[in-house]
Structures are given as structure tokens and as C-alpha cells.
């Protein structure tokens, strides 16, 4: 039976996706999305590290570094989106670290088993496993889709993304525990807040362009 909650993060996802769609078809959808999901993404973290930090400086040192990374990556996002190379591979990493979150989400809830760490008591070995094994499929059915070929490669940077955003993932879920919060906002309907979806992303798409730079 499906429950309320689930229904509602479901609905959610669903407007996610639409969202991507109309993100990588309309510019000025790309640039109001890129700016409001930076900035909520900003301001949640901020709300962490004021329950955090007690000592200003380290909470100016630290926002000052989360203004500046998210900053440069929705600005590099903006520019890679603009070329049709990279519109592609940018395309394939976002749906990585989407299929990377889904299927830590789908084998972690069917298979259960022992828990990955402390940091996040719901992450497991199984669900760390169901990322890289549905991050793997997903990209390598879409760079074939682009490109017509397909490399062993593509599966091993897969993997490596798929990583990058579980440990993405975990940094944030530390930052929680150490708030005592469940999520990092509730601006996002079943799912919380908006850096509780991007954590992984934030980390992935970099690592992904850097694994793809290096390895392929």
C-alpha cells in the first residue's frame, strides 16, 4: 500500500522531472531554476552551519566556500548547457546521479541489510550498491544514445559518479546529525529540502566531467 508520503514525494519527483525537461529546452527556465535552486541550496546549508558553528569565523569561512562552489557550478552548469557536446554529457551525469539516488532509494528499502555508517542510519551496503549498479545502466544507455558507442569505460566513470554523489550524499547527512535535523529544508514536498536532492549532484556532475576528462 502506498503511503501518503510516498504518494506526495512521487508527485514531486514527477514535477523534478518535468522540471529537468523544460531546464534543458528553455534558457530562461535553466536561468530562473539555476538561480532559485542555487540559492535556497545556499541558505539551507547556511542554516546548518549557523546550528553548527559556534565561532563566526569559521561560519563566514564556510559560507564564503558554499557561495563560491554552488556559485561556479550552476555558472559552469549554465555554460556547458549552451554547448551541444557538453549539453549531452551533462544530460548523461545529471541522470546518473538521479538513477544513482533512485537506486540507493529502491534496493536499499527492498533489500535491506547491514547499514553502511553511522552518518546516515538509513544509508545501507545494498543500497550503496543499488546506486552504482542503476547509475551504471542509466549512463551507458545514455552516452550510447548520444554517441552509438559504447566503452567499458563509460560503466568504470559511472561507478566513480555514483560514488562522488553518495559521498555528496553523506557529507550533507553529516552536517544534519550534527544539527539534529531530519532534512535541510521542506521546500520540496515529500523529499525535504532542496540541497537534500542536490547534495549528490553537487559532488557528482563535478567528479563525472573529471572522471570523463581523465579516463575517456
Same mark, same amino acid.
Given at each position: ?36 535552486? +542555487?540559492?535556497?541550496?545556499?541558505? #539551507? @546549508? ?10 563566526? @569565523? ?6 564564503? $566556500? ?11 552548469? $549554465? ?5 551541444? #557536446? ?20 529502491? $534496493? ?18 545494498? +543500497? ?71 547534495? +549528490?549532484?553537487?559532488? +557528482? ?12
Amino acid at each position: 500500500m502506498i503511503t501518503a508520503n510516498l504518494k506526495t514525494r512521487i508527485y514531486t519527483s514527477l514535477f523534478l522531472f518535468l522540471l529537468i525537461f523544460l531546464i534543458f529546452n528553455f534558457n530562461v527556465i535553466l536561468v530562473y531554476s539555476l538561480i532559485i535552486l +542555487g540559492v535556497l541550496s545556499i541558505l #539551507e @546549508f547556511s542554516t546548518l552551519m549557523k546550528i553548527i558553528l559556534k565561532n563566526k @569565523f569559521y561560519l563566514l569561512i564556510s559560507n564564503v $566556500f558554499i557561495i563560491i562552489y554552488i556559485s561556479l557550478f550552476c555558472l559552469i552548469f $549554465f555554460f556547458f548547457s549552451n554547448i551541444l #557536446e557538453f549539453k549531452a554529457i551533462l544530460i548523461s551525469l545529471l541522470f546518473c546521479c538521479i538513477a544513482s539516488d533512485l537506486g540507493g532509494f529502491i $534496493f536499499g528499502k527492498i533489500f535491506k541489510g547491514p547499514k553502511l555508517t553511522k552518518i546516515s542510519p538509513n544509508k545501507t551496503f545494498s +543500497g550503496a550498491f543499488g546506486s552504482i549498479f542503476l547509475a551504471c545502466i542509466v549512463m551507458s544507455l545514455l552516452i550510447f544514445y548520444f554517441t552509438k558507442s559504447f566503452s567499458i569505460m563509460i560503466v568504470t566513470i559511472s561507478a566513480l559518479t555514483s560514488i562522488s554523489c553518495q559521498i555528496g550524499d553523506l557529507i550533507v547527512s553529516f552536517f544534519k546529525r550534527k544539527a539534529k535535523v531530519k532534512d535541510t529544508g521542506n521546500f520540496l514536498p515529500g523529499h525535504g529540502g532542496v540541497l537534500d536532492r542536490l547534495d +549528490g549532484i553537487f559532488l +557528482g556532475i563535478p567528479f563525472g566531467f573529471i572522471f570523463l576528462t581523465l579516463l575517456y
